[in-house]
């Protein structure tokens, strides 16, 4: 419903006048919804504009990918927006194809398949080819054992719980960046997860 969209986007718009807002549009499948929302974004800022109301006239506007259409689509999409995050819960299980919570397929959900680390890459590739940030969120951002292996493939910050924090800060500040990048393209040569 877009009029729910413009009454959440002016409701937002108008809190952004502090700085530290972001907008970023979930779910994204199509450029067309990228390029519909931001359509939808000018309207409301004119509106407030007119109104006399402040905001912030330079808003950034990224998107999440979670979804293969816009993982593939990730150069396009990449050239539209202000920033890109990989949401890898969504991302992984649509990928995969695959229930999380059926325990008769649950083990095909593997953050570690090549697919998963390819798609990852490129995705990051694309928006560094932007010169946009990059981002990803989910449970790989907070795994371990990924973290070594996301920070060689380029991303520039992980977002996590605030108790993972501080183990995270802890591997990145073990491991060398050369080291790290040496794993990220071992893993990209590799064909299976084991």
Do not use: W
Not at 129 to 144: L, Q, R, Y
Not at 155 to 166: A, E, Q, R, V, W
Request: with cysteine; glycine share 4%; charged share 25%.
């Amino acid at each position: 419903n877009e009029n729910l969209l413009k009454t959440q986007i002016r409701a937002l718009l108008r809190a952004s006048i502090h700085k530290n807002i972001k907008f970023m549009i979930p779910m994204v499948s199509s450029i067309q919804e990228i390029r519909r929302t931001k359509e939808i974004l000018e309207i409301c800022k004119n509106e407030l504009k007119n109104e006399g109301k402040e905001f912030d006239k330079k808003i950034k506007i990224g998107i999440m990918i979670e979804v293969p259409s816009a993982a593939v689509m990730a150069e396009e999409f990449a050239a539209e927006v202000d920033f890109i995050s990989i949401g890898t819960n969504d991302l992984i299980q649509y990928m995969m194809a695959v229930d999380r919570g059926n325990d008769l397929v649950s083990n095909l959900y593997q953050e570690f398949s090549p697919v998963i680390i390819r798609t990852i890459d490129y995705i990051v590739k694309a928006a560094k080819e932007s010169k946009i940030p990059v981002s990803i969120c989910g449970e790989m951002a907070a795994d371990t054992l990924a973290i070594p292996l996301l920070v060689g493939l380029g991303l520039d910050s992980l977002s996590m719980s605030p108790g993972t924090i501080l183990y995270a800060k802890r591997i990145i500040r073990d491991f060398e960046f050369k080291k790290a990048k040496l794993l990220a393209e071992e893993c990209l040569q590799c064909k299976t997860e084991i």
